[in-house]
């Protein structure tokens, strides 16, 4: 059994740019799916999977985030007042213990590698979970569950993983396999946004990460690799190199890719309908939708 992963980081410096200017004032991760922000799926994720420290790369302009985990005095005192209890308990699910969330910042949005390793301090000499909160996972477990799970048996190092088609390996970090053991997967080397006709398969990397300290010490090394940025494939690559274990894990779930338009659309669409109160209203609109499209065509 390994170390118990009880910390993780959520790199949120990022400039949103494909949603302005949406994101010109509101941070991208406090966009909201049917009533939910980003953010709080991804909180929920990571509490169902035992983490007990959150941490938070932020930059400027995303004091929203910080603002959404604080008490709401007045509007609690509110919704007391005039008996509003199931608001109120859904108001809670914002709550995290004083001390379990930590704020740094990244100064420069260098990359994502970058932005895990201005974490470093905070993480100190244990495994961590990083979590990006584009990615959100419908999942039972919940994904990081499923991979925490794996990983007690594992250690090292684990990425979560899924087939994407070929055309748009250049838009992940791709996964070369060594072996596969059910879910598993040993990974021999990893490509960042690789080129369809050279990529090592089609087994992507999506934004769940188990990592170990010394990730960290890849990082220190500050190197630049695709797009200019300091990514975070180039040091799980370096680790492999240096003989460290990865694995891929292919978890069981479907994941949105709310990082684009056409994927928050689709999550929108899946959460609404998942929804037992917007249901009927739902699907009946998407119908009259569909039969609109039909006849148009
Ligand atoms: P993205 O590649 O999606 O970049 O980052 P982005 O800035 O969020 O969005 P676009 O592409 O401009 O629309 C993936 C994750 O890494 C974080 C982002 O916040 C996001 O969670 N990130 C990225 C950082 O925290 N810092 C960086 O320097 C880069």
């Known amino acids: 059994m390994q170390g118990k992963v009880t910390k993780a980081i959520f790199p949120v410096a990022g400039l949103g740019t494909r949603f302005l200017p949406a994101t010109k004032s509101i941070p991208k991760e406090i966009l ?32 929203a985030l910080e603002d959404y985990f604080d008490a709401a005095p007045e509007l609690e005192g509110a919704l007391r007042r005039s008996g509003k209890t199931a608001l109120l308990e859904t108001l809670a ?25 201005c974490a470093r301090r905070l993480v100190g000499d244990e495994p961590f979970a990083v979590v990006l909160t584009d990615d959100v996972i419908a999942g039972e477990p919940p994904c990081l569950q499923q991979m925490i799970e794996a990983h007690a048996e594992t250690g090292g190092c684990m990425v979560a993983a899924t087939e994407v088609p070929r055309e748009t390996t250049s838009s992940y970090g791709v996964l070369d396999i060594a072996a596969e053991d059910g879910p598993l997967v040993r990974v021999r080397g990893m490509v960042e946004k690789p080129r369809p006709e050279v990529a090592p398969s089609t087994l992507a990397v999506i934004g769940r990460y188990i990592l170990t300290p010394r990730v960290m010490a890849h990082l220190d090394r500050q190197r630049a690799g695709a797009g200019g940025e300091i990514q975070l494939t180039d040091a799980i690559a370096e ?33 609404g309908l998942a929804r037992e109160d917007l249901r009927d209203e ?10 609109f499209a039909r006849a148009a065509e």
């Not at 213990?97 to 895990?116: C, E, K, M, N, T």
């Not at 739902?282 to 039969?291: E, K, Q, R």
């Open 32 to 63: 909201t799916l049917v009533d939910r922000p980003l953010i709080q799926y991804a909180i929920d994720e990571a509490r169902a999977a035992g983490i007990e420290q959150f941490i938070f790369v932020t930059s400027r302009g995303k004091s």
């Open 93 to 117: 699910t914002t709550d995290v213990d004083s001390g379990a969330i930590a704020y740094v910042r990244q100064h420069r949005p260098l990359g994502l590698g970058h932005a895990v390793w």
């Open 239 to 271: 680790e492999i190199r240096c003989g460290g274990a990865v694995h891929g894990f292919r978890f069981r779930g479907r994941r949105y890719d709310c990082g684009s338009k056409a994927g928050f659309l689709q999550a929108t669409a899946a959460f």
């Open 282 to 291: 739902f699907s009946a609109f998407l119908g009259g939708v569909m039969g």
